[in-house]
């Protein structure tokens, strides 16, 4: 299943048309899920479309796409004469550049440039929250070897939370793209208020099981709203061990979704 989205189902079935360089009339479309206007941006969804070609425009697209074999040279072809010495073979072989070995990292310096991140990017949410208008202090709770958990205290929690995590899931992501630029990319950053990331784990335990008996009750499948990848991991998590349904991830960034169907 491939599916493609856009504001409307013909941008979206438009999108899979331009990816897979072909016509309408080539493949077959299933919407997914229809687009939603929402109120005020609120609750606005892009439409999902399968976009998939026939068989008979599949097999063309990959003949086209096979790159061409050289016909093998005969023996009548073959140049007569004596073959070259080995040694005259060996001496016409360009040499093979060696590569040069990678300088060891020192780990009292990696320790160093690890910390001087971790400092950093507590400064780097500081301005930004400051300029969103939220007075919030932040603190760094834990600081494991991958990863480290960075707590807000504010009066403005659900302001800063936004509505469904979407604001202080942007301010982790962009936490974590400070780490990745500043020589600290194995080290995770978990941004929390209040909380939140404990009862969205819950929330979402919930709904991976409760979707899960629909799924199993209907025998369709069941595509929920799209998700930051960590909270995809922790449906997929769930449901992992569960026989009766099974479970992956549908679309592209930032429109990717959990899809729960019948196992």
């Known amino acids: 299943m491939t599916i493609y989205t856009g504001k409307t189902e ?5 999108a899979g048309l331009t990816a897979l360089n072909t016509s309408r009339d080539q493949v077959v479309t299933k919407v997914v899920t229809a687009p939603r206007k929402g109120w ?40 007569k004469g004596k073959p ?5 073979q060996k001496a016409a072989a360009p040499a093979q550049p060696v ?21 950093g990017v507590q400064d780097y949410l500081a301005t930004i929250v400051e300029q969103l208008g ?3 202090t932040l603190e760094v709770e834990s600081t494991a070897h991958r990863q480290i958990h960075l707590s807000f205290t504010t009066d403005k929690e659900g302001l800063l939370i936004g509505k469904h995590g979407r604001t202080i899931n942007a301010l982790q992501s ?14 995770d950053a978990v941004l929390d208020v209040a909380g939140y990331r404990e009862r969205r784990t819950i929330t979402l335990s919930r709904l991976a099981e409760n979707t899960a008996r629909e799924v199993v009750a209907t025998g369709k499948p069941i595509y929920l709203d799209p998700m930051p990848s960590f909270e995809r991991k922790q449906i997929h998590a769930v449901l992992a061990k569960n026989r009766y349904v099974t479970t992956y991830s549908a679309g ?8 729960i169907e019948p196992a």
């Open 99 to 119: 590569a040069p070995e990678p300088a060891p990292v020192d780990p009292a310096k990696r320790r160093q440039q690890r910390q001087a991140a971790i400092d």
């Open 252 to 259: 592209k960034e930032p429109h990717r979704a959990v899809v």
């Open 84 to 88: 070259a010495p080995v040694a005259a």
């Open 174 to 187: 962009l936490a974590q793209l400070y780490l990745n630029h500043h020589g600290a990319a194995h080290v």
């Open 134 to 136: 939220i007075d919030a």
């Open 10 to 14: 013909e941008a979206a079935i438009a």
């Open 40 to 79: 005020l941006g609120i609750g606005r969804r892009d439409a999902m479309v399968d976009v998939t070609l026939k068989p008979v425009a599949k097999e063309i697209a990959e003949e086209q796409a096979a790159p061409a074999k050289s016909a093998p040279h005969s023996a009548a072809t073959q140049p």
